[in-house]
């Protein structure tokens, strides 16, 4: 009888150390649930903000572009307003200038041939 006493208590004893086993196992196992859970958490509000992030230096970069091409386009035209105005300009003067050589051409033949007839007369 004491040998059967004596086996039950060893395998109380291994049954306890067992089972206070499988408890922190549990415990452990629960703790790292919790925390897969925060990371995971955490990593989706890390997903968020980056998303967030993303979004408005799209918007930002897209509104600077757009700006930019506003700019480009407004020096584009008055700068086609400025050469148009220069081609204006030098075409006025040059029609002033062959208009003017034509003047003195037209008074030198003109006196040219008045001379000519003077002689001939």
């Known amino acids: 009888m004491e040998t059967l ?7 109380s004893m291994i049954g306890l150390l067992f089972v206070i086993a499988i408890v922190i196992g549990a415990v452990k196992v629960i703790k790292q649930g919790k925390r897969i859970e925060e990371l995971e958490q955490q990593v989706s509000d890390n ?7 993303t979004h408005r230096i799209f ?8 700006q930019r091409i506003d700019d480009t386009h407004r020096r584009i035209d008055e700068n086609s307003r400025n050469v148009h105005d220069l081609i204006d300009k030098n075409y006025t003067e040059l029609i002033s200038y062959t208009d003017s050589r ?3 051409l037209e008074q030198k033949l003109t006196s040219t041939i008045n001379a000519k007839q003077t002689l001939k007369a």
Not at 5 to 11: E, I, P, Q, R, Y
Not at 47 to 53: F, G, S, W, Y
Not at 59 to 66: C, G, M, Q, S, V
């Open 102 to 104: 034509l003047d003195k």
């Open 59 to 66: 918007e930002e970069t897209h509104r600077n572009l757009d």
């Open 47 to 53: 997903m968020r903000d980056v998303m967030e992030t």
């Open 5 to 11: 006493s004596f086996a039950f208590g060893v395998l």
